[in-house]
Each structure stands twice: as structure tokens, then as C-alpha cells.
């Protein structure tokens, strides 16, 4: 690796750690945008073409984004929609590129080493600067987030990397299940106490999906068997569902309207039923007045008076898509997600590599997380940024497949 190689990936690895961190100093955040800035120009400049045709690569994809920005046409709050466009646009370029720029297998050594210095960093600022990493309210660990649940979802998605790392390593690489096991037990220690229930939820699921994935076959037969899984795990969940009230109030110590969430996701569907087509605009629910009704009917009042401050979401990602985007962008997001999760089965039969089977993984962790927060469509969020890549990612190495006649 060469030296700009080294810079190419030190920049990368600097704005993907920093891009979801939340409550940075003011200086620290005018670096980061500043480097931001000055790399997504420079990749322009030099890539400009290539960076095209790959953003144009998966239909769905651009169609949604494109309704993102031309929402503003019709938005509750178009000053925010504006505003917000700047963060939308270099996430999704930073995730261009890196579907451009990277293979499947470069790409998760990336997020490997990038989740290797988030856990670090957040273990490091909690033990010696305890007024930013650990919550005043709650005595949470928040890391180097601002949130619980932001770094809970992040952690979830680590150890998701470390374990499959630490399973399918060659054993002679001992240095690299070595570097996992200790990242695992540090993001083990981080995930109890940032008392994160989601952390927790895709800590398990990602040791089961870990194992599955190492003893299933990437065959047809293996897909059918993870396809039964799958049912398996959704006969559990209706199970869950059907003695909920026992497990929350009684297992896990929650009210029975998982924290005040169902009120607010009835309220919100209601509030998008007025506007179902085309929504509210991309960031103009929360952020207008239109919003009012169902912040002062939930827990949320008293905590989000001030838009100025803090943005309140659905705690549902797919809700807070069908809010500012309406039918038509849920429509265009379960098409991009569908059609995603379609090509990276085919290539994990293709392929029959780890980086595909963890693609599946983060798919899976994507959508699971958004069952009770909202990070699908967030500027900032680490987790859309890694969806893009792997949506793009999925697609062009399929073409690649094609063009090389491997494909039929």
C-alpha cells in the first residue's frame, strides 16, 4: 500500500468512525465536515465519471434518493429539507464511493478495523473523560455517542463483525482471532452497560446467524435451510408477540406498550394517513408543526419543545419513511431492500465467501434495528452509508458475474 493509499484510508477511516457521533465539540465537527468536504471534492474531480455510473447502478436506489430531494417541492419545513441535503448527499457519496473503490471482502476488513476504533475510542473516552461517555440520567454508556440507543446499535453491528471474523479466520491467522476475541469481550463489556435492550437483541442474533452461516452450505440446498431458519425465527416472534404482556412486563421489566412506543407509532401512522402519497417531506414531519399532535399526546412532550435542539423521530424506521416520504418512498425503499437481499443470496451461492454471508448479516441487523429505532434514512447515520455501499456493492459484482459469463 502505497502513501496515498495509507491517506486515502486514514481519511476514510476518520469520517466513517465520526460520521454518527453525536455532541462532538464544535471543533472537532468543522474538521470533520471540512474533511468531508475536501475528500468527497477531490473524488469528484478525479472520479467523477466512475462515481456516476456507480450511484446509477441499483434503480431503486437513486429513485428513492431522488424523492428525498425533490420532496422539498412539497415539504412541511422546506428551510430543513434544504438543510438537511448537505448531510443526505456526502453520506450517500462517502457510500458510493466505497462500493466503488472496495470489493465485498475490503469492505468488511474496512468496517472490521472502523468498529475496532469506535469500541476503543468509547472505551477509552468512558473510562477518562466520564462526563461525555456515560449519561448524567441514566449512568448509561453512551461512548462516543450521545445516545444509548445509537451506540447500542452500533455495538450490535460490531460484534457482528468481530465474531464473524473470529470464526471463519484461518487458525494459523492467529493474530486476527486474537484482535477479535479481545474486541469481542471489550464490545461484550460496552454492550451490558450501555443497558441497550437492541444491543443485546442483535447480540444474539448475530452469534445465531454466525453459527448458522459457518455450518450451512452456500448451496441451494443451504439457502432453503436458512430460508427454514428464518421461519423458525418468525414462529418465535408470533410466539413472543402473541405473550407479550408477560415477557415485557414481567421478564424484561417493560410496560406493556414497549416504553410508550405503540401510542406513538399509532399516532404517527394516523398523521401520515392525512398525507399518504408523498408524505411530509424529507425532514419536514419533525421538524414543523404538522408534528405538534403527536409529540404533545406521547412521551415525548416535555423532552422535544425545542425542534432547534433536538429532532424527535418515529422510533421506527419504516414509519418515518412512510412520514416524510409516504407510500411511494416506503414503496421504493422495500424494492431497493428486496432486491438487495435477492442478489446477495444469489452471490452467496456464487461466491461462497464470508463477505457475502456477512452482508446477509448486516441486512439483517439493518432492518432488525429499525423495528424500534430509525436509522434508514438518517443524513448522518453510519448504518444508511454501509446500506448504500452494500446495495451497490451487491449489484456490480453481480454485473461483474454477468459480463464474465458466470452468471446465467
Not at 446499535?153 to 460490531?158: E, H, K, S, V
Not at 443451504?222 to 413472543?240: C, D, E, K, N, Y
Not at 414543523?288 to 404533545?296: G, H, K, L, P, Q
Not at 425545542?306 to 412520514?323: E, Q
Request: glycine fraction near 4%; include cysteine.
Amino acid at each position: 500500500m502505497n502513501l496515498n493509499q495509507k491517506l486515502e484510508a486514514g481519511v476514510i477511516f476518520f469520517l466513517l468512525a465520526l460520521n454518527e457521533a453525536h455532541d462532538q465539540p464544535r471543533l472537532l465537527e468543522n474538521i470533520v465536515s471540512i474533511v468531508y468536504y475536501a475528500f468527497l471534492a477531490y473524488v469528484i474531480l478525479t472520479k467523477g465519471k466512475k462515481l456516476i455510473y456507480v450511484a446509477t447502478r441499483d434503480i431503486f436506489l437513486l429513485l428513492f434518493i431522488t424523492l428525498a430531494i425533490v420532496s422539498v417541492l412539497w415539504s412541511s419545513n422546506a428551510s430543513a429539507t434544504i438543510n438537511e441535503y448537505r448531510f443526505l448527499i456526502r453520506t450517500c457519496l462517502l457510500g458510493v464511493y466505497i462500493a466503488m473503490r472496495y470489493t465485498p471482502k475490503e469492505q468488511m476488513r474496512l468496517f472490521f478495523w472502523t468498529y475496532s476504533m469506535i469500541v476503543v475510542a468509547s472505551f477509552i473516552v468512558i473510562l477518562f473523560i466520564p462526563s461525555y461517555g456515560i449519561s448524567e440520567k441514566s449512568s448509561a454508556w453512551n461512548g462516543i455517542y450521545g445516545h444509548k440507543q445509537v451506540f447500542g446499535r452500533n455495538l450490535g453491528l460490531a460484534i457482528s463483525l468481530f465474531m464473524t471474523n473470529f470464526l471463519v479466520t484461518n487458525k494459523q491467522k492467529t493474530y486476527h482471532q486474537l484482535m477479535s476475541a479481545i474486541f469481542i469481550v471489550i464490545t461484550l463489556i460496552l454492550i451490558i452497560f450501555s443497558e441497550s435492550k437492541t444491543s443485546l437483541i442483535l447480540f444474539i442474533f448475530s452469534l445465531s446467524m454466525t453459527f448458522a452461516l459457518k455450518v450451512i452450505k452456500p448451496n441451494k440446498y443451504g439457502i432453503i435451510l436458512l430460508m427454514a431458519l428464518i421461519f423458525v425465527f418468525s414462529i418465535i416472534t408470533i410466539f413472543v408477540a402473541i405473550n407479550y404482556e408477560y415477557i415485557l412486563v414481567d421478564v424484561l421489566g417493560k410496560d406493556v406498550e414497549l416504553n410508550g412506543r405503540l401510542p406513538l407509532w399509532q399516532l404517527s401512522i394516523n398523521k401520515g394517513l392525512e398525507q399518504p402519497w408523498l408524505g411530509y417531506g424529507y425532514n419536514g414531519f419533525w421538524t414543523a408543526n404538522v408534528s405538534d399532535i403527536v409529540i404533545n399526546n406521547t412521551w415525548a412532550r416535555g423532552n422535544y419543545r425545542d425542534r432547534s435542539v433536538s429532532i424527535f423521530h418515529a422510533h421506527n424506521g419504516l414509519i418515518d419513511i412512510f412520514l416524510q416520504m409516504g407510500l411511494v418512498g416506503l414503496l421504493l425503499f422495500t424494492l431497493s431492500i428486496f432486491s438487495m437481499t435477492k442478489k446477495i443470496f444469489t452471490m452467496i451461492i456464487l461466491y461462497k465467501n464470508i463477505e457475502t454471508f456477512w452482508m446477509l448479516q448486516f441486512v439483517s441487523i439493518f432492518f432488525i434495528a429499525n423495528l424500534s429505532e430509525s436509522n434508514m434514512i438518517p443524513s448522518s447515520s453510519l448504518f444508511w452509508m454501509m446500506y448504500v455501499s452494500t446495495v451497490l456493492s451487491s449489484t456490480l459484482h453481480l454485473s461483474r458475474m454477468q459480463k464474465q459469463g458466470k452468471l446465467i
